[in-house]
């Protein structure tokens, strides 16, 4: 916190965008940076940041970032990667390429944001990556989607593994149902939101300050001697059944 140089990836909305609010409230001199280079502009423009464009899943792109912000800043102290998409398919039915779409960008990308952040920090550095309930509860339909952030979740306790002797943290929030431009054309169809408030024993979707507040959390110095943790912030939907979404949109659309 306070001078704090801080990368947030995916940055230009939902709850990217959230954190970097958070986190520049509280002094950290963030950049925004997202595959939508008008959206982390607009970002940047209302918290006084800078902004940049990024591609997760092109490594010379992400490579660029983490140089471009060391020598304009100096050094890297914290990176958070909120970077990801979904899709819904059975397995029987879904692409292998929307399969690989996916893990391209929430596993795949993930390593390459760790790869190069990590190559840059040096001591009291903190990586914090969005993963999600998906990640250790399945849902019918999002093969890819769960198998990626559970590959997330085992990748940032490996890089916790390995950066720890060099005295950076690397952690994970596994949020469970926040309204977000992703989630959101799946709360539109009838009968998904109430069965996921219904499955959440505190009764509530999350916000994205929910989680930004976690994420502030885990770069903070209350979180000092905290790695290789993943956070399931979800209400408790992680002790409950997962919504089935497929018969909620088979019912919407046949």
Known sequence: MGDRVTVVIGGGSGIGA???RTLARDGDRVTVADRDAAAAGTVAAGLDASAAAVEVTDEDSVQALFAGVLDREGRLDAVVNCAGVSTIGLITDLAAAEFRRVLDVDLTGAFLVLKHAA????AGGSLVSIASL??????AGLSAYCSAKAGLLMLTQVAALELGPRGIRVNAVSPGLVETPLTAPA???PGIRDDYVENTPLGRAGTT???AAAVRFLLGPEASWLTGEVLDLNGGAHL???PDLLAHITRAFG
């Open 18 to 20: 959230a954190v970097a």
């Open 119 to 122: 190559q840059r920090m040096t």
């Open 134 to 139: 998906n990640g250790r509860q399945p849902g």
């Open 187 to 189: 709360l539109d169809i």
């Open 209 to 211: 300050a929910d989680v």
């Open 240 to 242: 409950r059944r997962y």
